[in-house]
């Protein structure tokens, strides 16, 4: 079974406009963090934000918030007020156990987004 | 203060060959994982260093084998090479046990194998 769902191949925003990305997870590990990072065409895997499973709040990075829903296992990534330069792969990603475990980021199939001028 | 650095950026092999990607993880760091990542997917695990031993691996064959030296970097080796290792080779390091969000990544080796 996908550990990692994104149903989105691609998405397109208009400029400064909101847009959500999606992401469900899979797992059996009461202890994850999920992680959502950023591709561009250069290839190298931008960190964006990051959840923990016991984190009480949604986390918030700039432009950037996840809306994290445990009891539906989504993880959803919320750019707000787009920018050209945000167009590109957008990887959502888990790591089960805890954060000293150190284990491998389990990754998503990727959503490309496009911001349109 | 350096990211995590690989090389060559690009490579291109010929099928049967064997290929060895290097990465210099991010100041402070000293473990180090390694990723393949096909065109239009995600990337794979393939196995992750820590005090120079492996310590996890994915769903890789033998034919993918790595190191790690004292100084923390890695090198990624594959032999017999096929058509279907052709892929983005990313290279992520994080701090010991904080893996928290620790997980910096390099630009990849891009692989093609002819």
């Known amino acids: 079974a996908q550990k990692i769902t994104q149903t989105q191949p691609g998405m397109f925003v208009q400029e400064k406009e909101a847009v959500t990305l999606d992401c469900t997870y899979d797992?059996?590990?009461?202890?994850?963090?999920l992680f959502w990072y950023k591709q561009p065409s250069s290839g190298e895997m931008i960190f964006l934000i990051y959840q923990g499973s016991y984190d009480q709040q949604n986390a918030t990075e700039g432009r950037y918030s996840l809306n994290f829903q445990k009891a539906r296992k989504s993880a959803n990534l919320v750019i707000s007020a787009s920018q050209l330069g945000d167009s590109a792969m957008y990887f959502c990603?888990?790591?089960?156990?805890?954060?000293?475990?150190?284990?491998?980021?389990?990754f998503g199939s990727g959503t490309q987004l496009t911001v349109l001028p | 203060d350096a990211g995590v650095t690989q090389s060559p950026t690009h490579l291109i092999k010929t099928r049967g060959q064997q290929v060895t990607l290097r990465c210099s993880p991010k100041?402070?760091?000293?473990?180090v994982s390694w990723y393949q990542q096909a065109l239009g997917q995600g990337p794979q695990f393939i196995f992750q260093?820590?005090?120079?031993?492996?310590?996890q691996r994915g769903n890789f064959p033998d034919r993918f084998s790595g190191h790690q030296f004292p100084n923390y970097s890695s090198e990624l080796n594959v032999n017999a090479l096929l058509l279907g290792d052709s892929a983005l080779y990313l290279c992520?390091?994080?701090?010991?046990?904080?893996?928290?969000?620790?997980?910096?990544f390099g630009s990849g080796t891009r692989l093609t194998v002819v």
């Open positions: 992520a390091s994080l701090r010991g046990r904080e893996g928290n969000y620790g997980y910096t």
């Open positions: 260093y820590y005090e120079e031993e492996e310590r």
């Open positions: 100041s402070g760091h000293d473990t």
């Open positions: 990603a888990m790591r089960e156990g805890l954060p000293g475990s150190a284990r491998q980021l389990t």
């Open positions: 797992t059996s590990d009461p202890s994850y963090g």
